[in-house]
């Protein structure tokens, strides 16, 4: 089946690294994404990896990718304030090509 | 970049009115576009695939009688809820798929800015 899972909340002081992981069921996912989501807004695609990549590093974006165990992880570098939202973790899976599969989004918040 | 824009991005309606919500790709032809619903505190549930000039694609559990899609150009999807009552109130996301320039390359998913709906 396709199961995307994430822990639901994570508080990170400013300036520290956050890391945000979600694991997923299905191994034949072609892209994993992450989406930021702000209060009351849509989700803004903030980075995707290919199923044979490892990891992908964007800025202060990292992403992980251990393809063994099914986890996904996104780092974020010298966490701000503008940081917090609902981070969702996403697959594409082959078997449904035009659909992509969310996680239930982990709340990163910060605090001073 | 792409861009999806959602309109309204709110609308509180009476209870047995109905609501229209458009979505619509703005530098970019989308022949898929989404409707998700999302709860508080919740993920995003996928409710329908839409596509141009075709049915659209509705997900197990959602009522198509209900939830009215139509995508009837490259840039324009809208949905409809018919009959609303107040346990339709939700944030409903649009999102549109910009075509892949190559086979090898991601066609990414934009999403609108979403529409809160509040039916009294």
């Known amino acids: 089946g396709e199961d995307v899972e994430q822990s639901l909340f994570l508080s990170v002081r400013e300036g520290d690294s956050s890391v945000i992981n979600c694991t997923y069921t299905?191994?034949?996912?072609?892209?994993l994404y992450w989406y930021k989501q702000e209060p009351g807004a849509g989700l803004q695609l903030l980075t995707y990896i290919f199923s044979n990549m490892d990891m992908k590093q964007d800025q202060r974006l990292t992403v992980l990718l251990n393809k063994k165990d099914k986890h996904l992880s996104l780092r974020i570098a010298d966490t701000q304030t503008g940081d917090s939202a609902i981070y969702f973790c996403?697959?594409?899976?082959?078997?449904?090509?035009?659909?992509?599969?969310f996680g239930s989004g982990t709340r990163l918040s910060i605090r001073p | 970049g792409a861009v999806v824009s959602q309109h309204p991005s709110w609308v509180i309606c009476k209870s047995g009115t109905s609501v229209k919500i458009e979505c619509r790709s703005l530098?970019?032809?989308?022949?898929?576009m989404f409707w998700y619903r999302q709860f508080p505190k919740q993920s995003l549930m996928l409710m329908a695939t839409?596509?141009?000039?075709?049915?659209?694609?509705?997900e197990q559990g959602v009522e198509k009688d209900k939830f009215l899609i139509n995508h009837a150009s490259l840039t324009l999807s809208t949905l409809t809820v018919t009959s609303a009552h107040p346990e339709d109130s939700s944030f409903y996301i649009c999102?549109?798929?910009?075509?892949?320039?190559?086979?090898?390359?991601?066609?990414?998913?934009?999403f609108g800015n979403g529409t809160r709906l509040t039916v009294t």
């Open positions: 530098d970019f032809q989308a022949t898929t």
């Open positions: 839409s596509n141009e000039g075709s049915k659209a694609t509705y």
């Open positions: 996403a697959e594409r899976p082959i078997s449904s090509a035009s659909k992509i599969i």
């Open positions: 999102s549109a798929r910009e075509p892949a320039r190559d086979i090898i390359t991601n066609s990414p998913l934009h």
């Open positions: 299905d191994s034949s996912s072609t892209y």
